[in-house]
């Protein structure tokens, strides 16, 4: 029974995780997608829009390249990972971009407090997502890194969904929890599979763990150095 988890877990692991992350992403934006996205009060930016394209894509992206890797269609993988190379480096264009943006929309034209210190969660987010996905790039030929690289990225864009969770769920402050858990899985399966966790989540997770405690600390405690940053930012 065990032999049989671990091949499961070798052999599917990585498409039951893009699948879940889906899952999040869903569930979390239904609580705001409508008056948010769909039917807003008052029109949001176009940008918003196309934020959420290109990070939809991503997610297609994932499933389908997790898809063909477990149908053995390595060189279309390889193919389509190019599409994957721009789609990545757009991702962080587009997040800081649209962070900016609703910073000011939030402010202006909503009225909302706190933007300049909440600015600092989606950046944080941006740049979590990139170390990741550059490395996974550079080690685009050593699969048991690119993969592990790849979840790693993803899972840091799932911060905004987990974000939504309703708060008996997930308390907004722990919101990180949230994907924290998602790359502990990763972990759990090398734990099961190879009796030992890889290199990429015994840096990556402490990492993030790190910088996400320092980023709620610097939001929650309104740090009057970066109210200066993202002033001089949003300005």
């Not at 948010?36 to 991503?58: D, E, G, K, Q």
């Not at 402010?107 to 989606?122: R, S």
């Not at 769920?169 to 759990?188: C, R, S």
């Amino acid at each position: 029974m065990t032999t049989k988890r671990s091949d499961l877990l070798e052999r599917y692991f990585y498409l039951w995780m893009s699948l879940l992350i889906v899952a999040v992403v869903v569930y979390g934006f239904s609580f705001t997608i409508g008056r948010n996205l769909i039917h807003p009060a008052i029109p949001r930016p176009s940008l918003l829009y196309f934020h959420a394209t290109v990070f939809s894509l991503w997610l297609v992206f994932l499933i389908s390249q997790s898809a063909l890797i477990r149908t053995h269609n390595v060189a279309l993988h390889r193919r389509v990972g190019w599409f994957g190379v721009a789609l990545g480096a757009a991702i962080p264009l587009v997040g800081v971009s649209i962070a900016i943006t609703m910073s000011r929309f939030n402010a202006l034209k909503l009225h909302q407090a706190n933007t300049e210190a909440d600015l600092v969660v989606p950046l944080f987010d941006m740049v979590a997502f990139s170390i990741p996905f550059a490395l996974a790039v550079y080690w685009r030929k050593k699969p048991e890194i690119h993969r592990r690289l790849i979840l790693v990225a993803t899972c840091a864009l799932t911060a905004a969904a987990f974000g939504r969770f309703p708060g008996n769920l997930l308390p907004p402050v722990f919101f990180y929890a949230g994907v924290d858990l998602l790359i502990l899985l990763g972990a759990v399966r090398d734990l099961v599979v190879m009796r030992s966790i890889h290199p990429v989540y015994c840096y990556a997770l402490p990492a993030f763990i790190a910088g996400q405690v320092v980023v709620m600390y610097t939001n929650t405690h309104h740090s009057p150095l970066w109210i200066k940053i993202a002033h001089a930012i949003l300005s």
